[in-house]
T-cell receptor, first 114, second 113 residues
Framework: AQSVSQHNHHVILSEAASLELGCNYS??????LFWYVQYPGQHLQLLLK??????LVKGIKGFEAEFIKSKFSFNLRKPSVQWSDTAEYFC????????????FGQGTELSVKP | NAGVTQTPKFQVLKTGQSMTLQCAQD?????MSWYRQDPGMGLRLIHY???????DQGEVPNGYNVSRSTTEDFPLRLLSAAPSQTSVYFC????????????FGQGTRLTVV
């Protein structure tokens, strides 16, 4: 079965620290890849997306992600986090050949200490 | 620009009651889906639809029914609510193909007592 795995359940960082959140998926077909963010009490918002082309994609608020096809990975990075980045982050995979079915990882809760 | 509209935002049910969570989108998206979000478990797919008249089960379909009579609407029915269905429910829509992301509703926080 298709699945998405996020390596970290809860990450605690100090402001200005660098961030990397891991995401791996298991699906051999064509995929679109996403990172969504959910701030406390809010719905999901798109951070960034990969469809094709340059495997390094940039999103909002200084986030970026790198798609490594050989590793089935799509890790999220940010060079310097801020307190306002405290949120839950979800990796998601859209399965092209299954009508656009979207599968999510378990989520990573990020807490940034001021 | 309404996007995806979910109602209600909050609901408390007694065990055994039934209810329908409404979801409507105005983007002419073929694909619509329902997720439940529980702490530490991410978003789990309940049911999805790739077009009017077509629905399929996701990862956790038991206790839920859906139908898709129009492109715009995708209601989720709880037939006999159970405390295990206490969760936050999100509806999402997107195109089935092409390179577009999913758009989410604001969520429904459901408590079953």
């Amino acid at each position: 079965a298709q699945s998405v795995s996020q390596h970290n359940h809860h990450v605690i960082l100090s402001e200005a620290a660098s961030l990397e959140l891991g995401c791996n998926y298991s699906y051999g077909g064509t995929v679109n890849l996403f990172w969504y963010v959910q701030y406390p009490g809010q719905h999901l918002q798109l951070l960034l997306k990969y469809f094709s082309g340059d495997p390094l994609v940039k999103g909002i608020k200084g986030f970026e992600a790198e798609f490594i096809k050989s590793k089935f990975s799509f890790n999220l990075r940010k060079p310097s986090v801020q307190w306002s980045d405290t949120a839950e982050y979800f990796c998601a995979v859209k399965l092209y050949n299954q009508g656009g079915k979207l599968i999510f990882g378990q989520g990573t809760e990020l807490s940034v200490k001021p | 620009n309404a996007g995806v509209t979910q109602t209600p935002k909050f609901q408390v049910l007694k065990t055994g009651q039934s209810m329908t969570l409404q979801c409507a989108q105005d983007m002419n998206h073929e694909y619509m889906s329902w997720y439940r979000q529980d702490p530490g478990m991410g978003l789990r797919l309940i049911h999805y639809s790739v077009g009017a008249g077509i629905t399929d089960q996701g990862e956790v379909p038991n206790g839920y029914n859906v139908s898709r009579s129009t492109t715009e609407d995708f209601p989720l029915r709880l037939l006999s609510a159970a405390p295990s269905q206490t969760s936050v429910y999100f509806c999402a829509s997107s195109t089935t193909g092409g390179s577009t992301e999913a758009f989410f509703g604001q969520g429904t926080r459901l408590t079953v007592v």
